[in-house]
């Protein structure tokens, strides 16, 4: 399949340009904003602030908006007339922000244009607000966290090209545009809005819905269950991990939740010092067609990323590289690896510096050659004395013990393009 270029629900041919995205009438139902308007009430063109109780007073940001068009006003009302959207006063801080207005003028064209599919737009504005304080509990004493809204219209934007290094080949490491990124310089996240439509036999649209970041005590409203620890710490001995996901409507094989670990990556030189990431995961929610419960999530998602080890197998963690210590060898053990060993007393692959601590001895590589797990780069042998793996961009880890390492890299749930439409998949 391949993304269009719009996200409309009509034929191509059909597509409704911004411009004529606000049709001249809008019926309000009985029950509208401050009482204005009622059953078979027409706006006109002139009428649509007052039509919809915009106060030109309270909300001069929004009104000035829908009176030039940039909103237009069928935004404020689903296909089936009933009224969304109106949170005026959230409309009007979100167009406070700065460089915020020209994104959400695109979201809310392309949601007014829907005939079909809900328009919400206003759960993604609170959750804009929503992420950044909870991303400041978990990261005190720097600059607090920011939002910034992205309009995604089409269905890949690679930010991370293929690598195929060392013993990296066949590992995809690439984020699709619905993943949320963390510029750790500036301490501002950019969130998606999803807007898509994919061709092919049959045009899937996919529109974002609801966002939700996981906190003490909320109930999980996919599984009903309750979130006791918005965070697990130290999953990998070292960082901590929350949850964010949100929730995608439109065509049935286009629905589910696009689920994000939140890695709190705890680095200590240079002080306290911690950096977030966004890490599409597999969601999880079902194993064996029982419910995962909530405040299991976050583990169970880790386990995800990591291969499906438990927590407690890892024995460090640098960026996306994971270290299980073995307890034997494992190509004594039958374990399917290259002929070719590579062998040296420093090893490196994508800036991780593996380096012999003792007078004697190199580190030895296996690649592996297994087609499962598909995110096992190989097997490590680390000789008496230890080693250590430095990094110019994460913490180093200063000894691991002599013995036998399987090295993994993260999975990711979107190494897969047809992840993306999450309730087939997830």
Not at 36 to 57: E, S
Not at 373 to 388: D, I
Not at 392 to 397: A, K, S
């Amino acid at each position: 399949m391949h993304p269009a270029t719009h996200s409309t629900e009509a034929a191509p041919a059909a597509a409704v340009t911004p411009a004529a995205a606000a049709p001249s009438t809008l019926h309000l139902s009985d029950d509208a904003d401050e009482g204005r308007g009622n059953i078979g009430h027409v706006l006109t063109g002139d009428d649509k602030p007052d039509g919809l109780g915009i106060d030109a007073d309270l909300y001069p940001k929004l009104r000035k908006a829908v009176e030039a068009g940039d909103i237009p006003a069928s935004v404020f009302a689903n296909p089936n007339g009933n009224p969304l959207n109106r949170e005026y006063a959230l409309w009007e801080r979100a167009l406070g922000q700065k460089g915020w207005a020209e994104p959400l003028y695109s979201i809310a064209q392309d949601a007014a244009r829907r005939s079909t599919y809900e328009k919400d737009v206003t759960p993604y504005l609170a959750f804009l607000f929503k992420l950044g304080p909870y991303l400041d509990r978990h990261t005190p004493g720097r600059k607090k966290w920011s939002c910034f809204p992205k309009y995604v219209e089409s269905e890949w934007e690679l930010e991370m090209g293929d690598d195929g290094e060392g013993f990296a080949n066949g590992t995809v490491k690439r984020r699709s545009a619905f993943t949320p990124v963390a510029d750790n310089d500036t301490r501002v996240v950019t969130v998606p809005y999803v807007a898509v439509c994919v061709t092919g036999r049959v045009s899937q649209w996919c529109y974002s819905k609801e966002y939700y970041v996981f906190e003490s005590m909320m109930i999980d409203p996919i599984s009903k269950g309750v979130v006791v620890n918005e965070v697990e710490e130290k999953l990998n001995g070292r960082d901590d991990y929350g949850l964010m996901f949100y929730t995608l409507n439109g065509s049935a094989t286009a629905t589910g939740y696009p689920t994000f670990l939140i890695i709190f990556e705890r680095r200590t030189e240079g002080g306290d010092n911690t950096f977030v990431h966004f890490h599409r995961v597999h969601p999880k929610r079902k194993s064996n067609g029982l419910w995962t419960p909530a405040c299991k999530l976050i583990e169970k998602t880790y386990q995800y990323m990591a291969g499906n080890v438990p927590a407690t197998d890892v024995q460090a963690q640098q960026g996306d590289m994971v270290y299980i210590l073995h307890g034997n060898d494992p190509l004594a053990a039958g374990a399917k690896v290259e002929d070719t060993v590579q062998a040296a007393r420093q090893l490196n692959f994508e800036s991780h510096n593996h380096c012999a601590l003792g007078d004697e001895g190199n580190i030895e590589l296996h690649v592996s050659t297994a087609k499962t797990p598909k995110n096992r780069l190989g097997f490590m042998q680390v000789p008496e004395g230890g080693m250590a793996v430095r990094h110019p961009e994460h913490d180093d880890i200063n000894y691991l013990q002599a013995g036998w390492y399987e090295v993994r890299r993260c999975r990711s749930w979107e190494a897969n393009p047809r992840a993306i439409w999450s309730l087939t998949i997830d």
